[in-house]
């Protein structure tokens, strides 16, 4: 069935960059989408990449899609203490964009 | 432009009570989203609404329900709730059917 997996945790330290990877199953997926979730705090939509794109960069953000592999990722650059978040990734089931399927998120810490 | 707003924010109920959450959209959405977010089940989608009609439906029991208004405002409501109900449930909503979704910040319901 429709699945995506993430890693569930990245520790890094402020400044480095950090690579969060996800896997997806559809492959009629025509949205990809990352998401961030600060505590207590509902999902902020940080960008997302079409599916006949390879790469796409907004500002601190790189996201990287790989459509043979159905695999994505998102890389911050000089990553800072702000980014402590929890990160979700999220395709589109049956291609409709108002069901998306997320994955279990990935927790990064940014150390100082 | 405001947010999708989500109200209550927080909510207690006792176990086989029911419960109605409300969510404003973003002036100009007219599609409502919900989700569940449980730490073991993580993000599940519950329905989506487009111009008062449920579009599509997740796999949750008929306790769960949902309507949305000719302003497109939306509610949903749980039935006989249970334990396992506990929960921070997430409006999105965005432009049209297949658009870019934007989250409230949840209401987060606690059953006891």
């Known amino acids: 069935g429709e699945d995506v997996e993430q890693s569930l945790f990245l520790s890094v330290r402020e400044g480095d960059s950090s690579v969060i990877n996800c896997t997806y199953t559809?492959?009629?997926?025509?949205?990809l989408y990352w998401y961030k979730q600060e505590p207590g705090a509902g999902l902020q939509l940080l960008t997302y990449?079409?599916?006949?794109?390879d790469m796409k960069q907004d500002q601190r953000l790189t996201v990287l899609l790989n459509k043979k592999d159905k695999h994505l990722s998102l890389r911050i650059a000089d990553t800072q203490t702000g980014d402590s978040a929890i990160y979700f990734c999220?395709?589109?089931?049956?291609?409709?964009?108002?069901?998306?399927?997320f994955g279990k998120g990935t927790k990064l810490s940014v150390k100082p | 432009k405001a947010g999708v707003t989500q109200t209550p924010r927080y909510l207690i109920k006792t176990r086989g009570q029911q419960v109605t959450l409300s969510c404003s959209p973003i002036s100009g959405h007219r599609s409502v989203s919900w989700y569940q977010q449980t730490p073991g089940q993580g993000l599940q989608f519950l329905f989506e609404y487009f111009s008062e009609t449920q579009r599509n439906k997740g796999n949750f029991p008929g306790r769960f329900s949902g309507r949305q208004f000719s302003n497109s405002r939306s509610e949903m409501n749980v039935s006989t709730l249970e334990l396992g109900d506990s929960a921070l449930y997430l409006c999105?909503?965005?432009?049209?059917?297949?658009?870019?979704?934007?989250f409230g910040p949840g209401t987060r319901l606690l059953v006891l």
């Open positions: 559809d492959s009629s997926s025509t949205y």
């Open positions: 990449i079409f599916s006949n794109m």
């Open positions: 999220a395709d589109v089931r049956g291609g409709s964009q108002g069901n998306l399927i």
């Open positions: 999105a909503s965005s432009l049209g059917q297949d658009e870019t979704q934007y």
